[in-house]
């Protein structure tokens, strides 16, 4: 059974950070792409950042231009675990963010294949 578990996001002030945990189980880590997507009140899930890479020094990152320079995402295959580092929070970066499995990273962050439940971040002002 594959498992997706979110951990890491809590209330923050604008300006501060957090770092998102994804841990997973039930499939070959290395062999998928990890990514994070999140979803605003009121607002479609969007695509937050996507990474593949089996051998742990050489990956292909995707990140979206509203997180670009701020947020860092990494894997490390041997704990089979994602990681977004998040900086530089502002209120609007509050929502829910989601770990997913894809296949690769798509420049439209499609070919999803599993989700995880998400994990609220919240930023205030």
């Known amino acids: 059974e594959v498992q997706l578990v979110e951990s890491g996001g809590g209330l923050v002030q604008a300006g501060g950070s957090l770092r998102l945990s994804c841990a997973t189980s039930g499939f070959t880590f290395e062999d998928v792409a990890i990514g994070w997507f999140r979803q605003a009140p009121g607002k479609e899930r969007e695509g937050v950042s996507c990474?593949?890479?089996?051998?742990?020094?050489?990956?292909?990152?995707r990140t979206a231009d509203s997180v670009a320079g701020r947020f860092v995402i990494s894997r490390d295959n041997d704990k089979k675990t994602g990681y977004l580092q998040m900086d530089t929070l502002t209120p609007e970066d509050t929502g829910v963010y989601y770990c997913?499995?894809?296949?690769?990273?798509?420049?439209?962050?499609?070919?999803?294949?599993?989700w995880g439940k998400g994990t609220q971040v919240t930023v205030s002002s």
């Open positions: 997913a499995v894809l296949s690769f990273c798509a420049q439209d962050f499609s070919s999803v294949e599993f």
């Open positions: 990474i593949l890479g089996s051998d742990g020094t050489t990956n292909f990152v």
